[in-house]
């Protein structure tokens, strides 16, 4: 009689462990997707390493162009011959350096085509990536200022120096042309805000 | 009491040492340093050729540098072993105590790249470099060993026709010998170059060897390949080239052109022909085998990733490579010894800090940072233009002569 009852009991009994665990997995599974996604990954913690710059990005202006190293004669820096790269002054910090500052330069072309045309149109806040073997260097940028000649010679310690900086961005390129030349520097300082790992780009 | 008086009297003295050598000026210390040279050339008779070497050193405050750091090829003149191609040779010396330099070779197009970040060029075309012509003229026939191991019967029958074999054999290999004139054996080069850099403590360097190969072109301008030289080699790494191959394809040539020749030579005593002709012919062919042996060995020694190092410096060369002696008899042509890229690093030390009361005030301190950026251009010409144009061009007179006639078929219709 006994084995009577327990064989008629079997089937809810399985059907109301198999529902007990199905909710449970369901439980598991939606704790452990909430988990991911606030639960910060270990690899978030991975920072890119200082290195040369490849290429500098400037999304709000489209414009991507290659990045070469360039050195000072006397105290001129020129930027890369051809006019679509861009020049980064083997003097300054690397991208990702926690001291001194990034300086990199482009030409303006008054026909067009040169790597940095368009710098007279960026705005405070857009971003700027600068990429390395190993990764992107996010910045925003902070100010854009146009200086003459002899303003920026007089101000050159402030924008070129490497006693300061924190790891900042400079862009610098011409500006004011004046029919035969021209007659200012367009300076753009942007903080860096972020790094991405390029395995994480 | 004398006693004292002596080591007071030392006393006295050590601190006068002491206070000269501390007044000494500290800017005379060399703090960083760095040298480059593309390319060097050692060549038979004429002597050593190179492009210079840029060197810079930086005590501190500034850098000061030496020679050229925008070599030409055309600076090696009175040589035919390199004609074309880029080179590059740069160093920067920092007051930080780094140091950095680069230098190689490239095919013409190649981009020059400052040092301090590895590479010097970048792209290009690859460049030949006439490592040695090949000379073949000293190959002789051996009169007495041409009858060696054969039987005495034969060799008595043959006496009276030895002079004649001799000479026609000796008339046959001198125009074989003479057609192999014109065989080089070159090196073909990508991008070599090699980069250091050096801190106060350590030094490091690497090269790097781009589509590069030893090879050899025969009579007849086939291109034989001896040996493709590895991308990034290990720290001097050592490259076998020997000529086996070639000498192979020599012999059978000869031995093609001997039989022929042999058939007409030997002729006047027909009924032995064929077999003394078999018997003389690999026994001339194993005597100029043994003649041609050196150049079974290595003909080129070739180190390439050369690194030199020291406590806190060193000397890297990309490619260096020698004709060796053992091939001299068949090697002629003007290289013994070529080296391309070498670059050397430190050493190098911190300035030491001295403290100074009240240090002078310098009115205009050398400046260390850009004052101007000319990085304004009015215009650009790649060539694009000039294309545009000139397809505009071609379609509008596509365009004229498609009217033309569709105006002369409207008439003839």
Known sequence: ?201 | MRTTLIARGAAVAAAAAMVALSAAPASAATVSQASATALSLELAGTGARDTGTYAVTNDGSTESAEGSNEPLITALGGQDAIHVGTLAQDAVANRNATSAACSGVAGDGATLVAAGSGDCLSGGGNVSLDAASLDFSDLRVIQSDLFQGMDTQVQDALKPFQDQITAGLTQLLAPAIEGLDGAGLYVDLGAVQSSCTADDDTASGDSTIANSSVYVVVPGGDRVTLVDLPVEPAVNQKVVTDLSGVTDAILKGLRTQLTNGLDGALSPIDPVVDQLQKQVLNTLLTSLQEQLAPLEENVLDITLNAQNTSPGAITVTALDAKVLPAAEAFVGGSLAHVTIGTSSCGPNSPAPKTVVNNPPKADNPPASVPTVVTAGMESYDDGSAGRIALVTLLLLAAAGAGVATYVRMLRRG
């Open chain 1, 1 to 201: 009689m006994a084995d009577r009852t327990s064989t008629a009991d079997s089937p809810p009994r399985l059907a109301a462990a198999a529902s007990g665990l199905w909710t449970a997995l369901v439980v598991l599974a939606v704790a452990m997707v909430a988990a991911g996604l606030l639960w910060p990954s270990g690899s978030a913690a991975v920072e890119v390493p200082p290195g040369a710059p490849q290429r500098l990005e400037l999304p709000g202006l489209n414009t991507k162009a290659r990045v070469v190293p360039i050195r000072l004669k006397g105290e001129v820096l020129d930027p890369p011959r051809n006019p679509r790269e861009i020049g980064w002054w083997v003097g300054s910090a690397k991208p990702g350096s926690a001291q001194g500052q990034t300086v990199v330069t482009g030409h303006t072309v008054h026909t067009g085509g040169g790597s940095l045309n368009k710098l007279d149109h960026i705005e405070k806040g857009q971003e700027v990536d600068i990429v390395t073997k190993d990764g992107t260097f996010q910045h925003q940028v902070d100010s854009v200022e146009v200086l003459s000649r002899t303003e920026l010679a007089d101000q050159a310690q402030r924008i070129f120096g490497q006693d300061h900086g924190d790891g900042r961005l400079v862009i610098i390129t011409c500006t004011d042309w004046n029919g035969s030349s021209y007659d200012s520097n367009i300076v753009v300082l942007a903080h860096r805000f972020n790094s991405l790992p390029k395995n994480k780009e």
